[in-house]
């Protein structure tokens, strides 16, 4: 198939992409990228730090590390030497260019892991079989940004992800696919949650993928519009319901854990020392 891939360029895309390549290596595909989701003005200092270490810090400090020490990976950076696919930052998805440039291409599917744009109507009507959004909160009840932060502060004992339709400008409205869930650790902060929902969700899309590849139909069900609630951009105050549920928003020992899991492969204990170092040395602590 011919698949368009919208990403946004952070850690958590980052990770769902290395997860999919296999996959996508079956298809022909491009890729085209944000570097923010939300307003970027006046955000809460909690995420302003998150942010930095999900984007800034990982793709340059991280990536520099990697490649500076030779350490054995094969995971690929969204930086400038990616080179499995095109890959290109979205202007405009809604012009009128990128449409007549996507009408051209002539795509079967359009995927979308954390895009920081909205899709309108005409855009949306371009593939031939849709467009699918891996959403990182449970539908219909957390809607818009960070639902699990949301999820988690209300004491919810499980979090989730959603994999759903875009069938209109609407945001997280489309019918549900499938629904995928994992169990609130309290003693692991929400940065681990939020990045521990991605291998579940790709698990989700590779199979949707793999459907729509042999000419299946996915079974989809409507969302009741009038459950759940909407959320954007979280407050200092949000962040502050989280601490007082005595759970990190960040740690340096889950920011390791996560690099070792999904990026790096075997470490000896040196070189999980000079990680360990590298990450002290920025001032991640727990917070």
């Not at 290395?18 to 298809?27: M, T």
């Not at 003005?41 to 930095?52: F, I, P, T």
């Not at 079989?129 to 949301?150: D, Q, W």
């Not at 793999?210 to 299946?216: K, M």
């Amino acid at each position: 198939m011919k698949i368009v891939l919208f990403l946004n360029k952070d850690l958590q895309a980052n990770i769902a992409y290395n997860l999919l390549k296999q996959e996508l290596r079956h298809h022909t595909l491009r890729i085209y990228y944000s570097e923010s989701v939300g307003n970027p003005d006046g955000k809460a200092a909690d995420l302003v730090r998150l942010e930095h270490y999900e984007k800034h810090y990982f793709h340059n400090e991280i990536a520099n590390f990697t490649k500076n020490t030779k350490l054995r990976y094969s995971f690929e950076f969204f930086d400038h030497t990616f080179n499995s696919f095109p890959f290109e930052k979205a202007t405009n998805v809604n012009s009128e260019e990128f449409i007549t440039e996507m009408k051209l291409y002539e795509p079967d599917l359009f995927i979308s892991i954390r895009f920081g744009k909205i899709f309108k109507d005409a855009i949306i009507q371009v593939p031939k079989l849709g467009l699918l959004n891996l959403h990182s909160a449970i539908l219909p009840h957390y809607k818009g940004i960070m639902g699990t932060l949301h999820a988690i502060k209300e004491q919810n004992k499980t979090i989730g992800c959603t994999l759903h339709t875009i069938p209109d400008a609407g945001i997280d409205t489309g019918e549900i696919i499938e629904i995928a869930q994992l169990d609130v650790c309290p003693e692991k902060s929400l940065f681990w949650h939020i990045i521990q929902l991605y291998p579940l969700g790709v698990a989700l899309l590779i199979q949707a993928i793999q459907l729509l590849q042999r000419g299946d139909h996915l079974k989809t069900k409507k969302q009741n519009l009038q459950e759940g609630n909407y959320f954007s951009v979280p407050t200092e105050n949000d962040f502050q319901q989280i601490k007082n549920l005595g759970m990190d928003i960040i740690s340096p020992t889950d920011y390791e854990a996560v690099l070792l899991q999904f990026v790096f492969e075997n470490l000896t204990d040196l070189e999980k020392r000079s990680l360990r170092k590298l990450l002290v040395d920025s001032g991640l602590k727990q917070y």
